[in-house]
């Protein structure tokens, strides 16, 4: 089967749109369309926005003038490659590819400590305000760690390390659920992680997000049967929360 790569170095425009929010679209034909979604950005109106407050089908359906349709998750907090179709039946088709985990994804984080290599296979929630759990599957990989001067609480010298992580499921906050329960909190995370830390970088580097980044997806385009590859560099908060602690 070809395959197709397609990163950054390739954007075929950015579409900058209200609320100061700059879309580059990686890859568009008439059926689908590849986009790095920036960081705070919704994917879909859900009853925990403001009625007014911008989102990406809605977003990309305004400038394209198509309906848009999304196949998959990335929480608002989350930046990165998503894919979204221009029809119901290349939604169905990507939505089948992603239930069939044929879907390859992986995904950069800052977190706290050393995770080292392995999988996290905990039931995570599966919705906010939920109690009930699915079962999911998380395999991670520490790229490298540094030694901070950062203590509190019983804490001293924080380590933060730099993880690739590749879900082989797709639940809600699967990926900052399970780090979380591993005591492994994402940095920038104000639903399950570490608030104290959160606070601390945030006051030390002015940087103020969560650092989870989908950095590449590849699935089969449904029509041309053509395995794609996208691929989205690190955003530069990541490196300079690194770089100011280390």
């Known amino acids: ?103 390859a994804k992986k995904y950069i984080a800052v977190v706290q400590g050393t995770p080292g290599e392995g999988t996290f296979s905990e039931k995570v929630l599966v919705k906010k305000k939920s109690k009930f759990k699915k079962p999911a599957v998380t395999h991670y990989k520490t790229i490298r760690s540094i030694e901070t001067d950062i203590s509190y609480k019983e804490k001293s010298n924080i380590v933060l390390s730099l993880v690739e992580i590749t879900p082989e499921t797709g639940r809600w906050h699967q990926i900052r659920q399970h780090f979380a329960k591993n005591r492994f909190d994402i940095v920038g995370d104000s639903h399950h992680g570490d608030f104290t830390l959160n606070k601390i970088l945030t006051e030390k580097t002015g940087i103020n997000r969560l650092l989870l980044h989908a950095s590449s997806l590849e699935f089969t385009h449904p029509e041309t049967q053509t395995r794609k590859a996208f691929v989205s560099p690190v955003p530069p908060e990541f490196e300079k929360v690194m770089d100011s602690c280390g």
């Open 1 to 103: 089967m070809n395959k197709d790569r397609e990163t950054r170095g390739t954007i075929t425009k950015f579409l900058s749109v209200e609320n100061n929010f700059e879309i580059p679209i990686l890859y568009q034909d008439k059926q689908i369309i590849v986009v790095d979604k920036p960081f705070g950005l919704a994917v879909h109106k859900n009853d925990f926005m403001p009625h007014d407050a911008p989102y990406l089908t809605k977003l990309l359906g305004d400038v394209t003038g198509k309906w848009i349709y999304n196949v998959h998750r990335l929480d608002a907090k989350t930046s990165g490659v998503m894919v979204l179709a221009l029809s119901p039946e290349m939604a169905k088709e990507l939505t089948l590819q992603f239930e069939r985990k044929e879907v």
